[in-house]
Structures are given as C-alpha cells and as structure tokens.
C-alpha cells in the first residue's frame, strides 16, 4: 500500500505549470487509486489522494486549453478519470491549493471550450461537489456559482449554440441547459430578471428535451421571486430577440404589447394540428424532472401552451375567436381533457370557459356552430373535473375544423349528428355503424375518416374498453377487412388501428385471446403481398413485444415438479406466432429487403428464445424447423453476399430447405402480381444493406440455429453434410464475433461450444465429417477457442512513463490491481474448457473405437486427465493465466491431429507407441550387434535421398 501510494505523490508532483501527465499516466494513477479503493486503507487517506489526483488532473486540462495543438484523446481520458473520481466523493474540501486551479479550470474552460459537451459534463459533476451548500459561494478566492452562472449565458457563443438548427449541436444544447438548471436549482442566487429574455429566445416551445428543460429552469425563476410579468404576453425564438431589444431600446411605454395574432403567428398550424392528433395525454402541467413525459422535437409543449392561452383570453384581452379555432387553440384545449393530469385538465377547462366568454360576444360566420358544438360539450359532463374519452374529444376537434370547410363530405354528416340531440353520448364511437357501412356515394371518405378518428382516438385501456365492450368494434373491422368492399387502403388503415390496440397491454391480451387475433393475422398472410407481409409482421412484433414485455421470468418456481419453469406469456400464444413465424418464412419473396429479413429474424429468434427457456417440456417438437431456419440462412446469405453460404446450400436439393425456398418463390397470389407491390419490392431490393444489420442479424441466427436440439437436426430432411456446415459455419461466426472481445462474448462462446458438445454427441455422421473427413478447419478453430480461453486475460496492464516511476514498478501495480476477476466470468471461463474438453473425449473415442485404440488412450492419457480438472479448479482462483500443462496439452492434441491427417504418419506414431509398450530387456542380457547398427546408420539418408 506504501509503494502504490508512494508512486501516486511521485505522478502527481510531475504535473507543474508546464508539464502535463500523458494517457499512460493518467490511466496507471486511476487504477493504482481504483486498487487502494478496495485496500484496507483509511476513507481519510483516499480522499486525499482523491483531491491531488482530480487537482492533478484539472490542472493538465487547464494546460490543455491553452495548448495550441489539441489532444482530444487526452483531454476526453482527463475527463472521464476526473468524472469517475468524483463519483466516490460527497464533497471536495476548499484548500488554497485548489482554489486558483479551480478558477483557471472554470475560465480556461468556458473560453476555449465551450461547447464541448465533455467539458460541461465534468462541470456537472464537480460543481455539486465544491459548492455543496449555499454558504459556499462566499469562499474567498473561489470563483461563485452566480458568476459562472453569467459567464455561460453572456458567452457569445450562448445564442449562437442554443439557436442552432444543426444535429451535431443539439447534444451539446441538452447539456448546456442541464447545468444552468443544475446551478439554478441549487443556488437560486443565480436567478435574475435580466436573463429571463435570454431564455425566452433560446426556448421554441416544443417537446424535445433541451425545450422542456429550459420551462423547467423558467420555473424555476418564477418560484425563486423573479419579476415575470413584464414579459408576458411570453414571445419566444427568435423573434423574443428582436422584441425584446425594442422593449429596452423605447422603453415599457412606447413599446407595443403583442397581441394574440402576433402569438398566434408564431405558431406552426401543421405543428398544433400534429400537437392536437398525438396529444401527450400523461404529460403533466408542472414542468420537471418526471420519467413518464414524452420527448418529440415534432409538437408542442401544453404545459406552455395552456397557460399562454389562459393569459390571452383575460376578460380584457382582444380576442380574435375565428383565428384561435382556426389555429388550433380551441382544439388544443379540448384534447387536454382527455389528460390523465388532473392540473392539466383543468387548466383545458378554464381556457374553453374564457374562450366561451368571449365567443358569446363575437360575430362571425361559424359563431353560431362553435357556439352550440360547446353547449353540447358542457351538457355532457356530470362531474367536475371529468375526464373524457379521447375518441369524444378528437371527434370534437374535427367537428370545429369541419364548420370552416363547409365542401368537405363529412360536413352534413357531422351537422346532421350534431342536431339528433343537445348532449353527446361519451361512451361511444360516434356514427360508427353509419359511417362505416355507408351507402352513399362518398361511402370511401367516410370510411376513411371514421377510421382516421379511431386510430388517433384509442390511447388507453379506457379508450380500448369503449372500443370492445361497448361498440365491438374489433370484431366488425376484423370482418370488414375481408370483406371485396375494403380495398388496400382501407385494409391498412385497419391494420394500423389493430396496432395501437396492441400497444395497449390489456389490448393485446384481450385480442390474442377473445377475438383469435394470431390465426386471423396467419390466415391474412396467406393472402397479403409483399407490402401487406410487412405490415402484419410488425403487428405480430408489435403484439409480442407488449405481452413480453412486463413478463417477470422465473426460472424457479415452488411447483413440486424440480426444474419446471413458468411463464407469463401462454403456451397457445408461442405455438400461435410460431405458426405465423413458419407461414411468413415459407412466403417469402424472391426478393427480400434488409429490413423485412431483420423483422422475421428479430421475431422468430424471440419467440423461439422464450419458448426454449419456458416451454421446453411442453412443446417435445419444434414447430419453426431447421429447414426453415437454413431458408432464412439462404435469404441471409443473397441479401449480405455471403458466398460461403451460398455455394454450401445451392447443391443440397435433397433437402427440404431449398424446396421451401423454391415454393416460397413459386407461389404467388394474385395480389403479388399487383404493379405497385412489384415496384415497391423492387424499390426496397435496392436499399443498402447496413453492417448493423448484418451483424445484427448473424447474432440472432446463431441464437436460433442454437435452439435445435441434435434429434430435432437428425430428424429433419437435412443431409449430414447440411447438419454439418451449420455446425462449422456457427463455430466460425462465433470466433469472429468474440475475436478481440473475449470478455463480453464469454456467455455466447460458452453456449455456443455446450451446442456443439450435443450434435457430436448425439450426431455420428458429424464425428466422422469432424475427424475423418476435410476438416482442417473445425479442428483448427477449437483449437483456437482453447487458445484463446488459456491466454485470456480479464484486465490489460497499463504501463506509465517516466523518469522517477519505473515501468516494472508500475506493471506490478496494474497486475495486483488485475487480479480482482469476478467469479462469475472464472465460472464461465471453467464451463468453456471443460465444454472443450468433453468435445475432444468423443471426438477422440470415435476416432480410436476400433483401429487406432493404442492412439486413442494416449490422447486421453495425456490431455482428458481427471487431475487437470482438480488443478484447474484449484490454481484458477488464484492466478489469472491457466496452468501452463494445459498449454502442453494443447499442443499436443494439435501435433497428433496433424499425424491423424496422413495414414502414414499415424501408422508410425501406432508402431512407435507398440514398441514403447513392449517389456524391455536387461542391459546385460541385451546383445547388441554392430554390423546392423552399422548399416542402419548408413541406409537412413540414402532412403531420404530417393524421397526427395
């Protein structure tokens, strides 16, 4: 503990004004600190080292920005070892030593670097730490938290970066706002009325998260008594700028206030009405820090908006009623009653209450209609502050956009419902059964927007149990989907409402089990094309995802039976999509995009996962088979260019994959030969394929090809050599796969090599392929898995540089730091070597059974040993490298496979052994003769001499 403390003070006087530690450096420093962390050594003592090693540290980034050349690398390495220091310290203590390299950290900081996001990351973790209370911005010698707070908003920079469009800029945006909200919540000293105008022009008022974070900093300043009605009516963006120049240029006076069109034209109609379409119904009206609040750049935030609204409709205010219809206010505000927020729905309340008001004494052409759509409207609620469902107030929505286009088709449609009586029914679909199986000649518009009002309306399990229980509605659109009237468009319309049905949990499992969801989807694949493929595929994903998602596996229960497991997700359901994972492979077309291929390996690999670790028992045969998985393989291999595949699979017609493959590109129904699907098939065959989802999709196959047992291969119409090549193709994969990444592949190598234990167990054609056959390659990559399991190490030693710290010194410190492996990756490492070794004792009983047994048993003499286990077991917890017998081992299973080759060879190593085990004779008894000695010697090299 001395010595690594010793080397710290030595890395820590080597940084000066002018002298900066290199990335060797740092990393030796922070492992050595990381080591003493888990030492006996006193929490006095490491904070000290804490504090000179983030001192350190902040001084070389200090020098760093003022360096005229740049290390990124560096200064990204100082950061994270600062951020992570700081983790493990309630408070940094003040000392005088650390002052001045504080304040030319924060300066130099803000100056150079000031939309580096790194950069105000480790200011976010360092300011809770040096100010942790309030009484600490009076430290003499320490620059405040108020005067860094005015240096980021009067950088010229602020603006600049907080009005930027770009993409590269928005992260850095996020976390720039996330430490003035950071400074300001706990220092609400820094909250002045000057800099209110700064944060209205950074602030667009949408829901993206850097907006919602600049409400919750405004929030902030109204809590904290700062003056905020002189800024309001509130004007934001861009054009806050130019308002609030003129305000200070002329004066409060002269300056004109901004009436409701100016707020009005600051709005995007396209925007409010997208706002009012996907109205975040769970958002709450106080701006803060809520898990559940929706982020999307692409709407309106409400919880600005609303009571924006409530100071533009004051009884005083001039009010333009047609124009805040029209742009969506009204709409707005009756969408926010459907708000699960009790604050927000009555905010929504009192802004349709004011906005009444001033209806009452307005005058233009749609008054009248509004004016009764409301009556109607308050006439239905009962109870205060009630809730309403979100199909109701949608319908409402397009009611008050329908009165301004009196051309429209639904525009006597919805006039003719509104007048059967004062009051709306809210526990229904409104003018289902009459628009739906309209007779009219405008039959297909108001299909169309009978459709669109239920997609946009069901939100909820509430909105679902309206949906079901009271208008059956599922089961009608189920049977119109069939029906010759619904054409293709109507057909995905419905399809798009089914999915956000199943988004709803309790949609989902009512409709899988009540309404025969699964067999209903199976039964339309058989009849959809390309694009209608797709399309139930991402329901069926989707559906899966939701009944999957809040299962709880346990894969240990109380039942009596030992090992049975139990899952959430019903047997019927598995069977059900992989029955429909089967009918999508075998209707594959010629053509197949990446992202259809991705869809079908994503599902089929879920499924079948959950189902191999639940229902194993349950389900004895497998319903998605090996056939089909080697179709999706071949499908794989022509999207990806995978010629090894490819000239593998392309021959085996005796197998039942390629006939499947075959039928899939015969069969084509009628709606397949449609010119839109072709062309879009061909439009999609196009797309690039991505090394994302190549990679992606090779993961997941591997995972699925592991599912099959050895008796589900044998039994399927796979010839040997099929069987076979899956087994060297998925060995190959994975090596290339934890090739370099050993460490987070362990479970997948281990996996990988207990599935391959199994096929050659079970599997006698694949032992001979593996042993007698051209095998060279299998051999060689086992041989590479032991190899790289022996010379794995968990941690690499960092070495440091340096005059004073020698290297041998500080690679005994990284190597005692090294040895702190976990047990879990020991316990795989183990269940990798003994898998292995299990592979090589059938592989070589199989070899030897009969012809080569002398060969066999020293195989087994000299590497499958029971004493190698035991000293494995014992040395591996205490070294980090594995026995060095093993490696021996190793290379000798390698040197006798490479005899095993070449009859020959391995017919002198079977004499050489006969002769080794032949009772030697007595040194006296023994009667050695020259002459044949003599002769021997010479005729070896002339016997050489001929070979050559």
Partial sequence: MDSKTEILNKLHS????????????????????????????????????????????LQCLSIQHKAETKDDQLESILHHAVSTVAMNVDSISKTKELSPIWNRFVKTGLKCRYQNETLLRTLMSLIPKVYHSHHDNKLEGMVHVPTIYQMILSHSQFLPTML??????????????????????????????????????????????????????????????????????????????????????????????PTMRDILNLLDKEKMYETVMRFPWKQTLKPGHQDNRVI??????????????????????????????????????????????????????????????????????????????????????????????????????????????PQSAMYSMVHKFLLIKPEFNLQTIPQLQRLLFSSDMEHKEQQT??????????????????????????????????????????????????KC???????????????????????????????????????????????????????????????????????????????????????????????????IVQL????????????????????????????????????????????????????????????????????????????????????????????????????????????????????????????????SKTLEIADGQLNSELDNTSEQLKWMN??????????????MGNANEVRGQLLKVYSMTLNHEYNEPCHVTGSDVTDETVEETSQSSSHNQTNMGLAVHSEILNTLNSIFWQLTQHCMSEKKGEFGSVIRRNVLTTSYKQQFSDQATKSQKLPTTVEHNAMLMQELWTLCE???????????????QQPRTPVSQSKPKKKEGKKDKVKTPKKIKKKL
């Avoid at 050659?760 to 001979?768: F, L, M, S, W």
């Fill in 14 to 57: 080597k940084v000066t004004d002018k002298q900066v530690w290199n990335r060797y450096q740092v990393e030796a420093s922070l492992r050595i600190l990381q080591g003493l962390e888990s030492s006996s050594c006193t929490e006095e003592k490491l904070n000290q080292l804490r504090l000179n090693f983030i001192t350190a540290c």
């Fill in 164 to 257: 930027a469009k770009e993409e590269q800029h928005t992260r850095v945006k996020e976390t720039l706002v996330e430490l003035l909200v950071l400074m300001a919540d706990t220092h609400p000293v820094c909250c002045e009325t000057s800099h209110f105008g700064v944060l209205l022009s950074s602030y667009s008022a949408s829901l993206s998260k850097t907006d919602q974070l600049l409400l919750y900093l405004m929030n902030i300043y109204e809590n904290n008594n700062a003056v905020m009605w002189e800024f309001r009516p509130y004007i934001w963006g861009e054009s806050a700028l130019e308002h609030h120049r003129n305000r200070m240029k002329f004066g409060r006076s002269l300056w004109n206030q």
């Fill in 296 to 405: 999307d750049a692409a709407i309106y935030d409400p919880s600005f908006l609303l009571p924006l609204f409530s100071h533009l409709l004051t009884p005083e205010s001039v009010v333009d009623c047609k124009r805040f219809v029209e742009w969506h206010g009204l709409g707005l505000a009756v969408v926010a009653l459907s708000s699960t927020d009790t604050a927000m729905r009555s905010a929504a309340y009192h802004v349709i209450l004011s906005y009444f008001h001033h209806l009452e004494g307005a005058r233009f052409h749609e008054q009248r209609q509004i004016l009764y759509l409301l009556n109607c409207l308050k006439n239905s609620i009962r109870e205060v502050n009630t809730r309403l469902p979100s199909v109701m107030v949608i319908f409402i929505t397009k009611a008050l956009q329908l009165f301004f286009t």
């Fill in 449 to 498: 927007w009978l459709l669109q009002l239920c997609e946009s309306g069901l939100k909820d399990q509430t909105d679902f149990y309206i949906y079901d229980k009271k208008c059956h509605f599922f089961k009608l659109i189920m049977a119109f989907y069939n029906s010759p009237t619904c054409n293709q468009a109507t057909k995905q319309q419905i399809l798009k409402i089914i």
């Fill in 501 to 599: 049905a199943i988004s709803i949990r309790a949609g989902a499992m009512e409709l899988g089990r009540y309404h025969g969801l699964l067999p209903w989807l199976q039964s339309n694949i058989m009849t959809s094309g390309d694009v209608g493929m797709e399309e139930i595929l991402s329901i069926v994903s989707k559906f899966w995802s939701t009944v999957s998602s809040s299962s709880v596996k346990k894969h240990k229960t109380d039942s009596k039976i030992e090992g049975k497991k139990e899952g959430t997700v019903s047997i019927r359901t598995v069977i059900g999509l992989l029955q429909i994972c089967v009918a999508v492979i075998e209707r594959l077309p010629e053509r197949v995009t990446p992202s259809l291929l991705h869809s």
């Fill in 604 to 731: 089929v690999h879920s499924v079948m996962v959950y189902q191999h670790e639940m229902y194993t028992d349950s389900l004895p045969g497998s319903i998605v088979k090996p056939d089909h998985f080697v179709v999706c393989l071949y499908k794989y291999a022509e999207i990806f260019k995978d010629q090894e595949i490819l000239e593998n699979l392309k021959g085996k017609t005796g197998d039942m994959s390629l006939s499947l493959a075959g039928k899939s590109q015969r069969k084509k129904t009628g709606r397949e030969k449609d010119k839109k699907s072709v062309d879009a098939s061909d439009k999609n065959g196009d797309e690039d394929a991505s090394e994302e989802v190549q990679r992606e999709c090779m993961r997941k196959l591997l995972r699925i090809l592991r599912c099959f047992t050895s008796q589900t291969l044998k039994t399927s119409q796979l010839s040997s050599s099929s069987i076979f090549f899956l087994l060297r193709w998925s060995l």
């Fill in 758 to 771: 199994e096929v050659v167990t079970n599997c006698e054609a694949v032992k001979d392929d593996i042993v």
């Fill in 902 to 916: 070449k009859p020959h060879h391995s017919m002198l190593v079977q004499k050489s052994l006969q002769k080794e």
